[in-house]
């Protein structure tokens, strides 16, 4: 058990620039979970996949922010345009029941 | 509206003594709580959790009490190592008959054991 890894680790990128992250859960686990933290805050949930089937978004997963979860395996999170704001830790999450999660270590993105 | 609260976003112990995190929460449909502990530039790692029909948990060092009438858990180091110092998050599953198993967190409190 490799727990969930993600990649990349940082990103800096340019406001309106696109990035994309990559989570791959623990395997097996067929829920994955998206949340973002900013400074001082805890994670706030963003978006949820049971399999391949993304099941919930939150309202702050705005239109420039998709999430695929292909074949229920690895996922990816697109921001488009990228804004100042975006700047947060981006957490992935998995598990095989809707108890306890277990934690990647996370995307720093900083958009200048 | 803040549904997990940790009221104290800082706590200093002195190792070998008992350190107590405090979370209040607002909504009666919780019925999963968890912590986890976070050190900088690292993902959250999971502690202990408590379903919502009991009021205690126990794992080593570490115990969870749950007050529903309070809507308040509590988690509480003893000893207190000073490997324990980091960042705190008590979380809650919202839990309901459509259950999606997302987490609801507070701000954190920042836990520091001073040898």
């Known amino acids: 058990d490799t727990g969930v890894s993600q990649n990349p680790r940082h990103k800096i990128t340019k406001r309106g620039q696109n990035v994309t992250f990559r989570c791959d859960p623990i395997s097996e686990h067929n829920r994955l979970y998206w949340y973002r933290q900013t400074l001082g805050q805890g994670p706030e949930f963003l978006t949820y996949f049971q399999n391949e089937a993304q099941l919930e978004k939150s309202r702050l997963l705005s239109d420039r922010f998709s999430a695929e979860r292909p074949k229920g395996s690895f996922s990816t999170l697109e921001i488009q345009r990228t804004e100042q704001g975006d700047s947060a830790m981006y957490l992935c999450?998995?598990?095989?029941?809707?108890?306890?999660?277990?934690f990647g270590p996370g995307t720093r993105l900083t958009v200048l | 509206d803040q549904q997990v609260k940790q009221n104290s976003p800082s706590l200093s112990v002195q190792e070998g003594r008992i350190s107590i995190l405090n979370c209040d929460y607002t909504n009666s449909m919780f019925d999963y709580f968890l912590w986890y502990k976070k050190y900088p530039a690292e993902g959250p790692t999971f502690l202990i959790s408590?379903?919502?029909?009991?009021d205690k948990n126990e794992d080593g060092r570490f115990t969870v009490f749950l007050n529903k009438s309070a809507k308040h858990l509590s988690l509480h180091i003893v000893p207190s190592q000073p490997g324990d110092s980091a960042v705190y998050f008590c979380?809650?599953?919202?839990?309901?008959?459509?259950?999606?198993?997302?987490?609801?967190f507070g701000q954190g409190t920042t836990l520091q054991v001073k040898p």
């Open positions: 408590i379903s919502s029909i009991k």
């Open positions: 999450a998995s598990t095989s029941g809707a108890d306890t999660q277990y």
């Open positions: 979380a809650a599953n919202a839990g309901g008959s459509s259950n999606t198993g997302k987490l609801i």
